[in-house]
């Protein structure tokens, strides 16, 4: 089975419906710039409502110091941690295994630098200029094809209903995330879209 993130959730009402739909993790943004950024508070009141399931909350951040990062864990009630940023190897290092970095992919060369990060978790997301994610842009899936056999990768980037089989059918990765193809608008979640991404992540497997 590909595990499923729906990043960007924004309302209790909305991770409540993508964890019964089969999400196995949701992503919540605190990033000052993204239009899908929450409180510490609505982060809190969404944690506590999938207490029950076996959803993972994640939390979204970008170049937060490391105190700043394990008090938003603390406050937000969060599962772990995504570093969507500029940041170093040596930031993450002191937050394994709670963590994971996000990087962004055009060439080799960036590749090269995302092995340069510890931990068992990687997310590969699409590298736009002036962005750090959730741009609905995809990026060359070839490029990631071997780290998706040497990490836990989550396959991020312009993913969307129509395209998800695709992809997992070429890169196989242990994850696929998705925000923007899933949304009627920013932030709001379009739950027949949720269902259809869950399925088609998956049509390999019922084949």
Same mark, same amino acid.
């Given at each position: 089975?590909?595990?499923?993130?729906?990043?960007?959730?924004?309302?209790?009402?909305?991770?409540? @419906?993508?964890?019964?739909?089969?999400?196995?993790?949701?992503?919540?943004?605190?990033?000052?710039?993204?239009?899908?950024?929450?409180?510490?508070?609505? @982060?809190?009141?969404?944690?506590?409502?999938?207490?029950?399931?076996?959803?993972?909350?994640?939390?979204?951040?970008?170049?937060?110091?490391?105190?700043?990062?394990?008090?938003?864990?603390?406050?937000?009630?969060?599962?772990?941690?995504?570093?969507?940023?500029?940041?170093?190897?040596?930031?993450?290092?002191?937050?394994?295994?709670?963590?994971?970095? @996000?990087?962004?992919?055009?060439?080799?060369?960036?590749?090269?630098?995302?092995?340069?990060?510890?931990?068992?978790?990687?997310?590969?997301?699409?590298?736009?200029?002036?962005?750090?994610?959730?741009?609905?842009?995809?990026?060359?899936?070839?490029?990631?094809?071997?780290?998706?056999?040497?990490?836990?990768?989550?396959?991020?980037?312009?993913?969307?209903?129509?395209?998800? !089989?695709?992809?997992?059918?070429?890169?196989?990765?242990?994850?696929?995330?998705?925000?923007?193809?899933?949304?009627?608008?920013?932030?709001?979640?379009?739950?027949?879209?949720?269902? !259809?991404?869950?399925?088609? @992540?998956?049509?390999?497997?019922?084949?």
């Amino acid at each position: 089975m590909v595990h499923v993130k729906i990043c960007g959730v924004t309302t209790v009402d909305d991770a409540r @419906a993508c964890a019964e739909l089969g999400a196995s993790a949701i992503g919540l943004n605190f990033v000052p710039s993204s239009p899908r950024r929450v409180t510490i508070e609505r @982060a809190r009141e969404i944690a506590r409502a999938l207490q029950s399931s076996k959803v993972l909350v994640v939390g979204v951040v970008a170049d937060m110091d490391v105190d700043a990062m394990r008090a938003l864990v603390r406050d937000a009630e969060l599962g772990c941690l995504q570093l969507h940023g500029d940041e170093k190897p040596e930031t993450l290092a002191p937050l394994l295994p709670h963590a994971y970095k @996000a990087v962004r992919i055009a060439t080799k060369d960036d590749v090269a630098h995302a092995r340069s990060f510890g931990g068992e978790y990687l997310l590969a997301d699409a590298k736009v200029t002036g962005a750090l994610g959730g741009t609905g842009e995809t990026f060359d899936w070839s490029l990631v094809k071997d780290l998706a056999r040497e990490r836990k990768l989550t396959l991020a980037g312009g993913l969307r209903p129509d395209n998800v !089989a695709q992809a997992v059918a070429e890169v196989d990765p242990w994850c696929v995330d998705v925000a923007s193809g899933v949304e009627r608008a920013p932030g709001i979640k379009d739950l027949d879209a949720v269902r !259809a991404f869950i399925a088609e @992540a998956n049509v390999r497997r019922r084949r």
